[in-house]
T-cell receptor, first 115, second 113 residues
Framework: AQSVTQPDIHITVSEGASLELRCNYSYGATPYLFWYVQSPGQGLQLLLKYFSGDTLVQGIKGFEAEFKRSQSSFNLRKPSVHWSDAAEYFCAVVPGYSSASKIIFGSGTRLSIRP | DGGITQSPKYLFRKEGQNVTLSCEQNLNHDAMYWYRQDPGQGLRLIYY???????QKGDIAEGYSVSREKKESFPLTVTSAQKNPTAFYLC????????????FGQGTRLTVV
């Protein structure tokens, strides 16, 4: 079945430490990939997206993500987190086949920052 | 400013009543989506529409209905048949091109008492 997996439900990191949030997908063709961030009670904001080309993409707020086709992964990274990065993060996929229009979301990873 | 607007932000209803959530966009987007969000379950797709007067069921359409009479508007009705309607509802829109991101509204928190 088509799916997006974020294996970490909740992660806590210290302020200033590096961060990596994992995302795996299960589609045959190369999908279109996104990372969104959500503050409590708010909508989702796009952090970055990958469609083709360079597999390392830069986003807003100092985030980056790397697409690895061999591992079906699109992990989100940040070299040094700030307290304001505490939020929920969602990986999302638009399948690569021609009739696709649905956006499939992972279950999210909640990020807490330790002072 | 272009954007997507959901109203109201908070909604309270008695059990057994139908309720309609509003979603309007002025981004000239063809596709619109409704998601339901519950703690620990991410976003689950209720309905989506790629064009006016057409829409498709998502993964959890039972107990919900939608209409798409105008490109700008995609209201969601939560009917009394929905067993557990209390949740956070998010509306999104995007262009028809697959390589584009979705833009989200600020959400409506529905509480049924």
């Amino acid at each position: 079945a088509q799916s997006v997996t974020q294996p970490d439900i909740h992660i806590t990191v210290s302020e200033g430490a590096s961060l990596e949030l994992r995302c795996n997908y299960s589609y045959g063709a190369t999908p279109y990939l996104f990372w969104y961030v959500q503050s409590p009670g708010q909508g989702l904001q796009l952090l970055l997206k990958y469609f083709s080309g360079d597999t390392l993409v830069q986003g807003i707020k100092g985030f980056e993500a790397e697409f690895k086709r061999s591992q079906s992964s699109f992990n989100l990274r940040k070299p040094s987190v700030h307290w304001s990065d505490a939020a929920e993060y969602f990986c999302a996929v638009v399948p690569g086949y021609s009739s696709a229009s649905k956006i499939i979301f992972g279950s999210g990873t909640r990020l807490s920052i330790r002072p | 400013d272009g954007g997507i607007t959901q109203s109201p932000k908070y909604l309270f209803r008695k059990e057994g009543q139908n309720v309609t959530l509003s979603c309007e966009q002025n981004l000239n987007h063809d596709a619109m989506y409704w998601y339901r969000q519950d703690p620990g379950q991410g976003l689950r797709l209720i309905y989506y529409s790629q064009i006016v007067n057409d829409f498709q069921k998502g993964d959890i359409a039972e107990g919900y209905s939608v209409s798409r009479e105008k490109k700008e508007s995609f209201p969601l009705t939560v009917t009394s048949a929905q067993k557990n309607p209390t949740a956070f509802y998010l509306c999104a829109s995007r262009t028809k091109a697959r390589n584009t991101e979705a833009f989200f509204g600020q959400g409506t928190r529905l509480t049924v008492v």
